[in-house]
T-cell receptor, first 116, second 112 residues
């Protein structure tokens, strides 16, 4: 099946710094990628939809300036958590779909961010 | 608004028994549904999907049932094994959109 790779899997940073998380589709082109956030023992919350070559579409309540998303190519989307604070600590997961609208979502392994 | 929820937050079953995980959705326009399995510290893994033109679909040891009348989805796991222990999420979407709404999740514990 299709593979989506996320990097890094774990990152610890100091408060006030920025962290970049990469999401790559390894064997298919992903016009659209999705970024989710997951708190412990909770479900996945969609943060934004990342479209190749255009601006990301953010869900209500998600700060665009806080969570910068770039989808520079058909195989790479990045999420940058800017000026990170302890409350940004979470599990961030990306996904991609080969077909728009409906179709299986392929998920990355997730990136656990801890902000000290 | 749209929502997908699960009736049972935790389900404990004896190894070898069948498991049934339930999910309710509210968007009558949803026409595609997926079940995912998530192990601790990992991303979700696809289990099985079903489109709204079907009411049942079977995979290997898993069966998904869709009841559009009451907007209910269930995942049945036959002969549950210790490796099935995980959190299970349902998600729905509507043709023409890219958004998948995830339920709250059910933790399945398999007892030896």
């Amino acid at each position: 099946g299709a593979v989506v790779s996320q990097h890094p899997s774990r990152v610890i940073c100091k408060s006030g710094t920025s962290v970049k998380i990469e999401c790559r589709s390894l064997d298919f082109q992903a016009t659209t990628m999705f970024w989710y956030r997951q708190f412990p023992k909770q479900s996945l919350m969609l943060m934004a939809t990342s479209n190749e070559g255009s601006k990301a579409t953010y869900e209500q309540g998600v700060e665009k300036d806080k969570f910068l998303i770039n989808h520079a190519s058909l195989t790479l989307s990045t999420l940058t958590v800017t000026s990170a604070h302890p409350e940004d600590s979470s599990f961030y997961i990306c996904s991609a779909s080969q077909s728009l609208g409906t179709g299986e979502l392929f998920f990355g392994e997730g990136s656990r961010l801890t902000v000290l | 608004g749209e929502s997908v929820g699960l009736h049972l937050p935790t389900l404990s079953v004896q190894e070898g028994d069948n498991s049934i995980i339930n999910c309710a959705y509210s968007n009558s326009a949803s026409d595609y549904f997926i079940w995912y399995k998530q192990e601790s510290g990992k991303g979700p893994q696809f289990i099985i999907d079903i489109r709204s033109n079907m009411d049942k679909r079977q995979g290997q040891r898993v069966t998904v049932l869709l009841n559009k009348t009451v907007k209910h989805l269930s995942l049945q796991i036959a002969a549950t094994q210790p490796g099935d222990s995980a959190v299970y999420f349902c998600a729905d979407s509507t043709s023409g959109t890219y958004k998948y709404i995830f339920g709250t999740g059910t933790r399945l514990k398999v007892l030896a």
